[in-house]
């Protein structure tokens, strides 16, 4: 592993970074969209990478936070660009002991994630791997609408849970405009930042535009179905 260290101020921090599982040869690949940061990191100290083709190096940090799904586990990582400048990002894996299932799962969410145009209300996509070790690699937000709503209870102002409301819908429009229907909008899968402004995430149950209502019955999470 490695060392990570910011560029100082009152939230520089010294972290470790770890080795990640598996690695791909090592390809001169065009960077896959601009570089947007929301925090930048200063010397990565010698990154033990894995490689995702577009954007280079990717490693997950130690001690970061980590979720678990039913389909794969979203680690807390660093993205370093083309100037080895490194950022914060989310990295999207199968789970360890994952089935055939998860991997058929996340290769599809690759795809869907591939294809759609970035937009305000969707979480942005850094990079992408196919394959049987599938990665993606997305923005690192703070919090999810769930975490909000453990913290103040289940009431919000009324201009809040409009203005999330509408990031909502304008995401979901996004979506639909582009053939993809997302099937399991709620709140953990509503991330937040630190304006609460709010973006769609987790496209492991979303699917390109299908043809009947029928289809609608085997997706999603029972609750918010």
Partial sequence: GGRIRSAGGPE??????????GEEPAEEQPR????MPSQ????????QELQVPGIGKVA?????????????SVKEGVWC?????????????????????CLTTINKEVEILARLP????????????????PVIVEEWMPMTLKDL????????RCGEVARISLDVA?????????????????????????????????????VFKVSSLIDAAQHGTLGYM
């Fill in 32 to 35: 896959q969209m601009e570089l």
């Fill in 149 to 156: 709503l453990n913290e103040t209870g289940p009431v919000l």
């Fill in 60 to 72: 997950v940090l130690k001690g970061g936070k980590e979720f678990v799904g039913a389909h794969g």
């Fill in 118 to 133: 970035r937009h305000p209300n969707v979480v942005r996509v850094i990079g992408v791997r196919p394959g049987v070790e």
């Fill in 170 to 206: 304008k995401g979901l429009l996004h979506l639909h405009e582009n053939r993809v229907t997302h099937y399991d909008v709620k709140p953990a899968n509503i991330l937040l930042d630190e304006s609460h402004n709010a973006k769609l995430a987790d496209f492991s149950c979303s």
């Fill in 12 to 21: 520089a921090y010294d972290r470790d970074v770890e080795t990640p599982v």
């Fill in 81 to 101: 660009d083309n100037e080895g400048i490194a950022h914060s990002v989310a990295i999207k894996t199968v789970k360890v002991d994952g089935s055939e299932k």
């Fill in 40 to 47: 930048s990191l200063a010397e990565t100290g010698g990154l």
